[in-house]
C-alpha cells in the first residue's frame, strides 16, 4: 500500500492496473495495491499447512487424555477451522501467518484495519466461496471482479493489499545529491521535473555507462555540453564520459532546491 | 522553501510520529520521565519483564536522531495534531514536487498513522471484555429486535416442517424412511431405548466432555453453513432449515410414536431452547443476507447486501454464543440419568422463557432512552424551523 505522487497528474485514463486508491478524510490518496489470486492461494496453501500441522500434533497428544482429551480436539478443530483466520486478521494487522508470509494483508476498502465484524464475515463466508468445489466461487468471483475479491471480501467489504515496506535506502539517499548546481534551459513541467529528480536519486542503481546514457536523453536541457556525435561512451575519454550525468544531477539539485 | 529547509523545518514532527505510532519504542524513550510508575505493582512487573529482554530498536534508517529526539517532547506530543500536520507536510511535499523519496517517506508514515488513527476500536474508554459484556446485553437482543421479522420467517421454515412431521409420523409411521434411512432409525431407536443402559447418542457421562467438543465442533458449524449458504439468494439457508426440520421433526416423531418419548422428550427438552433458537437466528441471519440482493428496495443490490451483512454478522455471532451455551447444556445436564424427568422439563421451560425474555426485553431500556433522545433532536429540529418559517 502506497500513496499517490500526485492525483491530479496521474488521473490520465484508468490504467489496467491492480491499483485500488482510496481517499483518506484528510484528502491523502492511499493507493492499495490488490493481490491477486496466485499469491492469496499461497498464503491460504500455508495457513491450511499450519492447520493441519496443529491437528495432525494434537491427534498424537490429545486423546492420551482419554475423552476430556477427545473434547478438547474437537473444539480445536472448531477454533482452527472458523476462528484461526478472524483471529490473526484482528490481532496482527490482517494478517494470518501465511499471509505474512506472502506479504499480504487484508483492510478494510478505505483502507483502515479489518475490525472483528468484518473479519467474521468474510471468513464466514469462506463456505461459499467453496462452492461447490475447493473455492470453485471464490476463485471465479476473484477473478471477474476488478480487485480481485471473493465473495466473502464483497460482502465484508474488504480487500487484500501488499503490506507496504519502506526501503532503506530510500532515507539515506534522500539528499545526497552532490553536484554543481546547473539551471537548466527550458522551463520544465511538474512531470519532468519529477522525472529527473527520480533519476537523481536512483542514479547509484545504473552502471555509469547506462547512467551516461539516460542522462544523454535530456541532452536539449543542458546547453554547452558537447553532444557526442556518433560517439560511444567506450571510445570518449575518461573525463567526459560521465558529463551527462554530471549535468543532469546539477539539474536535479537545482530542481531540489539548492542553489 | 526549499527541500533542504523544509526537511530541517519539520522533520522532528516526522520523528515523533515514528515513536508514537511505535508504543513499545516510546516506552521505551520516555521512561525516564515514568518512574513514578513504577508504584503500580503491574507496570513494575511489566517493566521488569520489559527490562530484561534486549532494547528495543527503532525500525526505521532514522535511528540515532530518533534516539536524540528529547523524552518530553514525546511525552507532550499529540497524535491527532501530529497526524494532520504530517498530512499537510505530505502535500505541500508533493505540490512543490519535491523528491519522490522524501514524498515516499511521508506516504509512508501517513500510512501507517492512518491505519492507527482509524483503527476500528472499542467504544472509548471500554475494554474488550467490556465492549463484549455490552455486545450481549444490548446490541444482539436489539438487533434481533430490530430483525425479528427474519426470525419469524426462518422460524417459519424451520418449526412447520419439524411440526408436520411429528404429526404425520403419528398418523403414517412408516413415513418416516421418507427422510431417513433405516439404519439411522435403528441408530436413534438403540439410542433413546428405555431398556438400553445410557441414553441419548449411545454412552456413558464420562464421555460428556468429549461430546461436548463435539457439539461445539459441529452444532455450531452447522450454524455457520446455514448463515454462509444464505448469501446464494437465501436458497442455502432455506434449504437447511427445512432439511434440518424435517430430521428433527422425524426423529421426534418416530421416537414417540413407538414410546421412547419417556427418554427422548426430557433429553431434548433442556437444550432445546438454546439449539432450536440459535439455528433459527442462523437462518433469520442467512435469509436477511440473500433476500437483500433479491429485494434491494432503495438500494444498489451490493449496497443492499453490504448494509445486511453488517447486521447478520452480529446476529451470527450471537447465535454461535447460544449453540457453545446449548452443546454446554447438552453435554453435561440433558444426559445426566440421574436427574428426574420432571425436573428436565421444568428447566427446558425456564430456559424458554429466559430465552424468550431475553429477546424481547434485554437492553431495551437503553434503547428506549435512545429514541427518546432521537425524537427529542427530531423535535427540536422540527421546531427551529417552525421558527423559521
Not at chain 2, 371 to 383: A, D, F, I, R, T
Amino acid at each position: 500500500m502506497s500513496l499517490v505522487g500526485n492525483t491530479i497528474e496521474n488521473a490520465g485514463p484508468e490504467m489496467l492496473d491492480t491499483v485500488k486508491i482510496a481517499e483518506t478524510p484528510e484528502g491523502v490518496a492511499l493507493k492499495l495495491t490488490c493481490v491477486s489470486f496466485y499469491a492469496r492461494s499461497i498464503a491460504w496453501m500455508i495457513d491450511a499447512l499450519i492447520q493441519g500441522a496443529v491437528i495432525i500434533l494434537l491427534l498424537f497428544v490429545l486423546p492420551g487424555l482419554g475423552d476430556f482429551g477427545m473434547g478438547l480436539l474437537f473444539i480445536v478443530m472448531f477454533f482452527l477451522h472458523w476462528l484461526y483466520p478472524v483471529f490473526f486478521e484482528v490481532y496482527f494487522q490482517g494478517q494470518t501467518p501465511g499471509k505474512k508470509l506472502m506479504k499480504i494483508q487484508v483492510l478494510l476498502i478505505d483502507g483502515t484495519m479489518v475490525n472483528w465484524g468484518a473479519s467474521l464475515l468474510r471468513n464466514l463466508l469462506r463456505t461459499v466461496d467453496f462452492l461447490p468445489f475447493f473455492y470453485a466461487l471464490g476463485v471465479v468471483t476473484m477473478l471477474m471482479s476488478r480487485d480481485f475479491r471473493r465473495l466473502g471480501d464483497l460482502a465484508a467489504n474488504t480487500i487484500v493489499v501488499y503490506k507496504r515496506e519502506l526501503k532503506e535506502k530510500i532515507i539515506s539517499q534522500q539528499d545526497a545529491v552532490e553536484a554543481a548546481v546547473y539551471a537548466p534551459k527550458v522551463a520544465l513541467t511538474g512531470k519532468e521535473q519529477q522525472t529527473i529528480i527520480s533519476y537523481a536519486e536512483r542514479r547509484n542503481d545504473f552502471s555509469p555507462e547506462r547512467a551516461e546514457e539516460l542522462a544523454l536523453l535530456a541532452i536539449p536541457l543542458m546547453d554547452n555540453l558537447p553532444v557526442p556525435n556518433q560517439q560511444r561512451a567506450n571510445n570518449q575519454p575518461a573525463e567526459l564520459a560521465s558529463q551527462g550525468s554530471e549535468r543532469l544531477l546539477g539539474i536535479a539539485a537545482y530542481l531540489m532546491g539548492r542553489r | 522553501m526549499n527541500q533542504a529547509q523544509f526537511i530541517h523545518a519539520h522533520e522532528q514532527q516526522w520523528l515523533i510520529l515514528e515513536v508514537l505510532l511505535n508504543p513499545q519504542l516510546k516506552q521505551e524513550l520516555t521512561q525516564e520521565l515514568t518512574q513514578e510508575s513504577k508504584k503500580h505493582w503491574f507496570k513494575a512487573w511489566h517493566k521488569k519483564r520489559s527490562g530484561r529482554k534486549k532494547k528495543i530498536t527503532p525500525t526505521s534508517p532514522n535511528e540515532e536522531k530518533i534516539m536524540a529526539l528529547s523524552p518530553a517532547l514525546i511525552i507532550k506530543a499529540d497524535f491527532p495534531d501530529l497526524y494532520r500536520d504530517v498530512c499537510q507536510h505530505l502535500s505541500l511535499a508533493q505540490s512543490r514536487r519535491y523528491s519522490p523519496y522524501l514524498i515516499e517517506r511521508l506516504s509512508f508514515l501517513i500510512d501507517r498513522a492512518h491505519q492507527v488513527f482509524y483503527r476500528p476500536g472499542h467504544i472509548h474508554g471500554q475494554s474488550a471484555a467490556g465492549s463484549l459484556l455490552t455486545f450481549f446485553t444490548r446490541i444482539f437482543p436489539q438487533t434481533v429486535r430490530n430483525e425479528s421479522h427474519w426470525l419469524w420467517l426462518s422460524s417459519a421454515v424451520f418449526y412447520l416442517p419439524l411440526l408436520l412431521m411429528i404429526v404425520l409420523i403419528q398418523l403414517w409411521p412408516e413415513f418416516v424412511y421418507s427422510v431417513m434411512s433405516p439404519d439411522t432409525v435403528a441408530g436413534m431407536e438403540a439410542m433413546y431405548d428405555p431398556q438400553a443402559e445410557h441414553i441419548g447418542r449411545e454412552r456413558g457421562s464420562d464421555s460428556d466432555s468429549k461430546m461436548f467438543g463435539f457439539y461445539i465442533f459441529n452444532n455450531t458449524g452447522i450454524g455457520f453453513r446455514t448463515f454462509a449458504t444464505g448469501l446464494l439468494f437465501g436458497i442455502g439457508s432455506l434449504f437447511t432449515l427445512m432439511f434440518n426440520g424435517l430430521h428433527i421433526g422425524a426423529a421426534a416423531g418416530h421416537l414417540t410414536q413407538i414410546g421412547y418419548g419417556g427418554t427422548f422428550w426430557p433429553f431434548v427438552s433442556g437444550h432445546s431452547a438454546m439449539e432450536l433458537t440459535a439455528i433459527a437466528l442462523s437462518g433469520a441471519a442467512g435469509l436477511k443476507l440473500g433476500f437483500s440482493l433479491l429485494i434491494p428496495g432503495r438500494k444498489s443490490r451490493y449496497q443492499a447486501m453490504l448494509d445486511a451483512a453488517k447486521i447478520s454478522v452480529k446476529i451470527m455471532a450471537g447465535a454461535a454464543l447460544m449453540f457453545f451455551i446449548a452443546a454446554f447444556i447438552e453435554a453435561f445436564w440433558s444426559s445426566s440419568q440421574s436427574i428426574a424427568a420432571n425436573i428436565k422439563y421444568i428447566v427446558g421451560i425456564a430456559m424458554w422463557l429466559i430465552v424468550f425474555s431475553y429477546f424481547a426485553f434485554a437492553g431495551q431500556q437503553q434503547e428506549n432512552s435512545l429514541n427518546v433522545k432521537k425524537s427529542e433532536q427530531e423535535n427540536s429540529l422540527n421546531g427551529k424551523k417552525m421558527d423559521e418559517s
